[in-house]
């Protein structure tokens, strides 16, 4: 059974810091692109960073030079730092693999393993 798994959410002030994690199992995704994407209630699920099986990442220009995404293949888990957090960056966060795409779309669409989210909140 594959299974993701976010967890590191919390509730934190504006300007603080928190990285969330993504621990993924069932099979393997060496060689996939993963993602983190959030939702806000009444909203779409928005793309916020991507990682390649090579390294290649990509991000929502919303959190361009505050998020860093990367992977510890090694050990299954994908990371999300996040630092300078705003009050807009309150939302479920939630972890995606990709196996079919390796290039690091944005595309909800093109994800087809999700994790069941955490919730990030960030006081103003």
């Known amino acids: 059974q594959v299974q993701l798994v976010e967890s590191g959410g919390g509730l934190v002030q504006a300007g603080a810091s928190l990285r969330l994690s993504c621990a993924h199992s069932?099979?393997?995704?060496?060689?996939?692109?993963m993602a983190w994407f959030r939702q806000t209630p009444g909203k779409e699920r928005e793309f916020v960073a991507v990682?390649?099986?090579?390294?290649?990442?990509n991000y929502a220009d919303s959190v361009k030079g505050r998020f860093t995404i990367s992977r510890d293949t090694a050990n299954s888990t994908l990371y999300l730092q996040m630092n300078n957090l705003k009050s807009d960056d309150t939302a479920v966060y939630y972890c995606?693999?990709?196996?079919?795409?390796?290039?690091?779309?944005?595309?909800?669409?093109?994800?087809?393993?999700w994790g069941q989210g955490t919730q990030v909140t960030v006081s103003s």
């Open positions: 995606a693999a990709s196996p079919s795409v390796p290039t690091p779309t944005s595309r909800r669409s093109d994800y087809s393993f």
């Open positions: 069932g099979r393997s995704f060496d060689r996939s692109a």
């Open positions: 990682i390649t099986w090579i390294g290649r990442t």
